[in-house]
T-cell receptor, first 114, second 113 residues
Framework: AQSVTQLGSHVSVSEGALVLLRCNYS??????LFWYVQYPNQGLQLLLK????ATLVKGINGFEAEFKKSETSFHLTKPSAHMSDAAEYFC????????????WGAGTKLIIKP | DAGITQSPRHKVTETGTPVTLRCHQT?????MYWYRQDPGHGLRLIHY???????DKGEVSDGYSVSRSKTEDFLLTLESATSSQTSVYFC????????????FGQGTRLTVV
């Protein structure tokens, strides 16, 4: 069975600082991994995904994530935070043997300080 | 945009009444999902569907039922609403490469008083 752990329900960074949101997964088979973003009062939208191609994945809005099999991690980063990045971020995992059903982390709320 | 529309967007209802939420999609996607989102719990799967009349339970299905009589519509019914079902409900479909990407509706905010 798959599972996802996001470290930190809230992360606060200053505008212009590095953003690092942590995601660790558990899966018995090679996973597909996703980061989604949710702005206030909206649905979730896909930020980026890993599906067994390049381990460093680039997404929208300057975000990227690196798949590290040895660490079972898929951390999300952005070199310089903008105020518009304030949102909640969700990591998710799926596998072919589970019909690609998504298993979700609990989410991390990113707070940007001016 | 995967053409997903949820209705209503907001609803207030009384305890004990039945409530039906509708998810409508326009692109013939096979897989559809209902989630609820509560603070500290992330997204929890209520029910899902792999096709017309093909549905299954998720992790928090008690008190909910679903129906999918047409590909484009996936209905979620709270048979007798309780205050614990106050939540934001999201419908999602799977699409993209190998049907691995989830696309979400805008959500329905349900308050049970």
């Amino acid at each position: 069975a798959q599972s996802v752990t996001q470290l930190g329900s809230h992360v606060s960074v200053s505008e212009g600082a590095l953003v690092l949101l942590r995601c660790n997964y558990s899966s018995s088979v090679p996973p597909y991994l996703f980061w989604y973003v949710q702005y206030p009062n909206q649905g979730l939208q896909l930020l980026l995904k890993y599906t067994s191609a390049a381990t460093l994945v680039k997404g929208i809005n300057g975000f990227e994530a690196e798949f590290k099999k040895s660490e079972t991690s898929f951390h999300l980063t952005k070199p310089s935070a903008h105020m518009s990045d304030a949102a909640e971020y969700f990591c998710a995992v799926s596998t072919p043997d589970s019909n690609y059903q998504l298993i979700w982390g609990a989410g991390t709320k990113l707070i940007i300080k001016p | 945009d995967a053409g997903i529309t949820q209705s209503p967007r907001h609803k207030v209802t009384e305890t004990g009444t039945p409530v039906t939420l509708r998810c409508h999609q326009t692109e013939n996607h096979r897989y559809m999902y209902w989630y609820r989102q509560d603070p500290g719990h992330g997204l929890r799967l209520i029910h899902y569907s792999y096709g017309v009349k093909d549905t299954d339970k998720g992790e928090v299905s008690d008190g909910y039922s679903v129906s999918r009589s047409k590909t484009e519509d996936f209905l979620l019914t709270l048979e007798s609403a309780t205050s614990s079902q106050t939540s934001v409900y999201f419908c999602a479909i799977l699409a993209g490469n190998k049907n691995t990407e989830a696309f979400f509706g805008q959500g329905t905010r349900l308050t049970v008083v």
